[in-house]
T-cell receptor
C-alpha cells in the first residue's frame, strides 16, 4: 500500500522567511514524488516532480529515501506563494500508476 | 489549463436528486479520473478510467457511478444525492504513453447537497 502524510494542515510564515512543507511517504517500491499547488480559485497544477530535479518558482524538493521524505522548500517566502500544497506519490514503474495524494498543507505568507 | 473542462462549475441540489457532473478534455489523454476534495481530507479518488472500455473504482466509489462516453468525456453521477456528498469535485487526465505520471486537473465543480 502507498501512503502520503502531510503533518501540517496550516503553515504560516512571514514574507521573506524560509518555508518548508513536510511530506513523508510509505511505499515498498520505487516511488515517483510530486508537489501540486492550488492557488485560490484555481485548479490544481503540478509544481514539481522529484525526477526532473527542477526548481520552480524558487521551490525545491529532494527525495530522501532513507527518511522517506520529500519536503518542499523555499528560502524566502513571497505573498504569492500563499496556496494549498499537495504532496503526491505514484509507483515509478509497473501497471496502473495510482497517484496517492496527501491531505494538503495550506501555506499562508504574512506580509 | 483550458484543456480539461468541467460542467457545471457550481451546483446546488436537494437530497435524493440525481446529479451528473461532466468532464471533457482536448489533451488526447487516455486516462481520466474523478476526485473529491474535502477540507482536511485532501483529494480522494472516486473512479478512474484507462480507456472507453475500462472503468475502475477508486477508494470512495459508493454512491457514485461513472460513464466514459468517449475518450474525451468522463461523467460522474450521483444517483441519489446526500448531504455528505457536498464537496469540490475534480476531474483529471493523464497520458499513459509518455511514462510521465503527471495529472492535469479541471477547474472543479462545487456541489452542495441540501
Amino acid at each position: 500500500a502507498q501512503r502520503v502524510t502531510q503533518p501540517e494542515k496550516l503553515l504560516s510564515v512571514f514574507k521573506g522567511a524560509p518555508v518548508e512543507l513536510k511530506c513523508n511517504y510509505s511505499y515498498s517500491g520505487s516511488p515517483e514524488l510530486f508537489w501540486y499547488v492550488q492557488y485560490s480559485r484555481q485548479r490544481l497544477q503540478l509544481l514539481l516532480r522529484h525526477i526532473s530535479r527542477e526548481s520552480i518558482k524558487g521551490f525545491t524538493a529532494d527525495l530522501n529515501k532513507g527518511e522517506t521524505s520529500f519536503h518542499l522548500k523555499k528560502p524566502f517566502a513571497q505573498e504569492e506563494d500563499s496556496a494549498m500544497y499537495y504532496c503526491a506519490l505514484s509507483p515509478l514503474s509497473g501497471g496502473y500508476q495510482k497517484v496517492t495524494f496527501g491531505t494538503g498543507t495550506k501555506l499562508q505568507v504574512i506580509p | 489549463d483550458a484543456d480539461v473542462t468541467q460542467t457545471p462549475r457550481n451546483r446546488i441540489t436537494k437530497t435524493g436528486k440525481r446529479i451528473m457532473l461532466e468532464c471533457s478534455q482536448t489533451k488526447g489523454h487516455d486516462r481520466m479520473y474523478w476526485y473529491r476534495q474535502d477540507p482536511g481530507l485532501g483529494l480522494r479518488l472516486i473512479y478512474y478510467s484507462f480507456d472507453v472500455k475500462d472503468i475502475n473504482k477508486g477508494e470512495i466509489s459508493d454512491g457514485y457511478s461513472v460513464s466514459r462516453q468517449a475518450q474525451a468525456k468522463f461523467s460522474l453521477s450521483l444517483e441519489s444525492a446526500i448531504p455528505n456528498q457536498t464537496a469540490l469535485y475534480f476531474c483529471a487526465t493523464s497520458d499513459a504513453g509518455t511514462g510521465v505520471h503527471e495529472q492535469f486537473f479541471g477547474p472543479g465543480t462545487r456541489l452542495t447537497v441540501l
